[in-house]
């Protein structure tokens, strides 16, 4: 609802997550994102978004799947935990929100699971949302409302407040695949999450070169420090990135649709599309973008 403007008063909204989504394609499921819906799964591959974000004065909603599995606890020292310890500390500054799903909180560390008033262990959480299908079940029947357990969420602002019952409406994209039309989105609940700091991604350099600057020069910052990072360090996983993204621009020239190179290649359309544009290279699209069956016979796995 954020990222398609239903609350115009809270300016526009992106979406950056490690959720897997699916998009209805005739009689099979593909890897796909909806537009504002940014896929990625390290902190290495969030800051350039937030600057795109933060130069059109938009905002960016992280949100992070399986979070107990990169937030134990018992992983309080890897570079993983440490430097999302820093970066909740930090979130405004990129207009960034940021939820952390779990099915299972306890084994997440404080920072990641209290409150900023919990009177013995202060964390990072403003809002907790929290699913109690006995409670629920009850008011339901209490109040003879015709909905499922699962609608009714129970929210809590505060260490100190109690949580209160409220409705979250389902909604297109946790519509399940079996009852999707054409063209429509919805995330894989079954597909696994990872999210880590990324290879070669040196998270308290980039905190140092972003945190002595003002607000006004965030962008110029963020965007010269991966600049200087890929002229140092990066130089062979790029060397294979770009020859890749190369080739997908280059049939993509040819006429080719998304989808097909998405498939060829085993990557999303919205990641192909935004790598090649961080490289350079061209996306053309031309009239033949529409045409879904002109190169079905070379499609990955496609009936013949």
Not at 63 to 72: G, K, P, S
Not at 78 to 89: N, R
């Amino acid at each position: 609802m954020l990222v398609n403007g239903t609350y115009p008063k809270l300016g526009k909204w992106r979406v950056a997550t490690n959720v897997i989504f699916v998009r209805k394609h005739r009689d099979r499921f593909v890897t796909d994102y909806p537009e504002g819906v940014h896929h990625i799964v390290s902190l290495k591959e969030l800051f350039p978004i937030a600057a795109e974000v933060l130069e059109k004065n938009e905002n960016l909603l992280l949100i992070l799947d399986e979070a107990q599995n990169f937030l134990l606890g018992e992983h309080n020292g890897t570079p993983t935990v440490t430097s999302m310890k820093t970066f909740m500390g930090i979130i405004r500054k990129f207009n960034i929100a940021v939820w952390l799903l779990s099915p299972v909180t306890k084994n997440m560390g404080p920072a990641f699971r209290n409150f900023i008033d919990d009177p013995d262990s202060p964390g990072n959480v403003s809002v907790l949302w929290d699913r109690h299908e006995d409670f629920a079940r009850r008011i339901i029947r209490e109040h003879n409302l015709n909905l499922d357990t699962r609608d009714i969420i129970f929210m809590k602002y505060s260490a100190l407040e109690r949580a209160e019952a409220t409705i979250i409406p389902k909604l297109s994209w946790t519509t399940p695949p079996d009852r999707l039309k054409e063209g429509e989105f919805c995330y894989d609940h079954k597909a696994s999450a990872e999210f880590s700091v990324g290879d070669g991604f040196d998270f308290k350099a980039f905190i140092s070169a972003t945190g002595n600057v003002s607000s006004f020069e965030m962008v110029d910052a963020i965007r010269s420090f991966y600049r200087d990072m890929k002229e140092t360090g990066e130089e062979e996983s790029k060397g294979f990135e770009e020859t890749l993204l190369a080739v997908a621009s280059r049939i993509k020239s040819m006429g080719l649709t998304d989808e097909s190179i998405s498939r060829a290649f085993g990557i999303p359309v919205t990641t192909l599309r935004r790598k090649a544009e961080d490289y350079g290279l061209p996306w053309a699209v031309n009239k033949l973008e529409t045409n879904l069956d002109r190169y079905k016979r070379i499609e990955t796995g496609a009936d013949p």
